[in-house]
């Protein structure tokens, strides 16, 4: 029987094509491909789970790439076909690349190296001030945030008091905040499927400010990768589970040391503007998650 793969992308800055050339990959290889499976139109039932007119519990995978926030439905849903069928990324690891201080939990008790960071209650402000006499500067993140949103950096007990009641709303029990590493306003970024090396780029923090996102301003770069780093982030990939990861690195200049800041489990390919820069790590991407997904499914079919 063909083997039948589900895919929900996302579409723009040059997303549809790289679904296409996916699917084309897949196609070429005997593999089905279902697209446009966006889970916020499924349903479950005793007899199945439905999307679209396609039952997804009897799909040999499903992909799951779309960068948009996903409501807490389409979440949950997720979460209910891995139990079915296998999702890349496997929803296990997907959930907790989405939590970082769940990750940078996780990183270091593997001993991957990451910022220091504290979780605190924040019915005991007390302890967020003495974290901040520990670390100096202080960056506090939403656990679950991206693009850089909501990463603040406190440098002044002024400040840190004059911010506690914007990160007072109560859905947060908890402050969660990290010792500001000094580097030089650049990371790498390096993409990964499987464990293994596909590609790494550099993202370089607009003038005056701090953080290296693309939505804050940030600017992307040709960037050789280190053996040192890609090996860090090869460690990383690993430890998280994550089938496609990026790993966003820095490096420490008053502890001389790379430090994983990130693992990313949604990690954009190459806009077609950054191809052009030469940023040419697609076609090994798309090459190695169709191989991955071959390799997958094509081992459960033999079983
Ligand atoms: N502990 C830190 N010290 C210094 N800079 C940091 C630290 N954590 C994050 N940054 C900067 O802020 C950016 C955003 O933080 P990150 O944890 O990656 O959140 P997001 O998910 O919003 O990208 C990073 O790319 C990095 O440039
Ligand atoms: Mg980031």
Not at 53 to 79: K, P, W
Not at 255 to 274: H, K, S, W
Request: hydrophobic content about 35%; some cysteine.
């Amino acid at each position: 029987m063909e083997r039948m793969i589900g895919l929900w992308m996302y579409q723009n800055c040059g997303g549809s094509e790289i679904e296409q050339q996916i699917v084309n990959q897949l196609n070429e290889r005997g593999i089905g491909t279902v697209r446009g499976l966006d889970l916020r139109y499924s349903k479950a039932t005793a007899q199945g789970i439905e999307c679209k007119g396609t039952r997804i519990d009897e799909l040999d995978l499903f992909f799951s790439y779309n960068a948009g926030e996903q409501t807490a439905y389409q979440v949950y849903m997720y979460e209910y076909i891995n139990d079915f069928t296998p999702t890349m990324n496997n929803f296990r690891s997907f959930k907790l690349a989405e939590d970082k201080f769940k990750t940078n939990s996780l990183l270091n008790k593997y001993g991957i190296k990451t910022a220091d960071f504290c979780l605190c209650n924040k019915e005991n402000p007390e302890e967020l001030e003495q974290v901040f006499a520990e670390y100096g500067t202080l960056v506090f993140k939403p656990v679950d945030g991206w693009g850089g949103i909501g990463v603040t950096k406190i440098d002044s007990f002024d400040q840190l008091s004059s911010l506690k009641p914007h990160l007072d709303p109560e859905e947060y029990k908890y402050f969660y905040v990290e010792r500001y590493i000094d580097y030089d306003g650049s990371d790498f970024r390096v993409d990964l499927v499987n464990g293994d090396f596909v590609g790494c780029y550099g993202r370089k923090a607009r003038e005056g400010d701090w953080r290296t996102n693309v939505t804050s301003g940030g600017s992307v770069f040709l960037r050789e990768p280190i053996p040192e780093v890609v090996d860090l982030a090869r460690q990383a990939a690993l430890v998280s589970g994550l089938e496609i990861a990026g790993v966003d690195i820095v490096y420490d200049r008053q502890n001389e040391e790379y430090l994983v800041i990130e693992v990313n489990g949604l990690p954009a390919f190459a806009t077609p503007e950054q191809e052009q820069h030469g940023i040419d790590f697609n076609s090994r991407k798309i090459e190695k998650i169709v191989e991955y997904i071959d390799h997958v499914t094509g081992s459960k079919s033999c079983q």
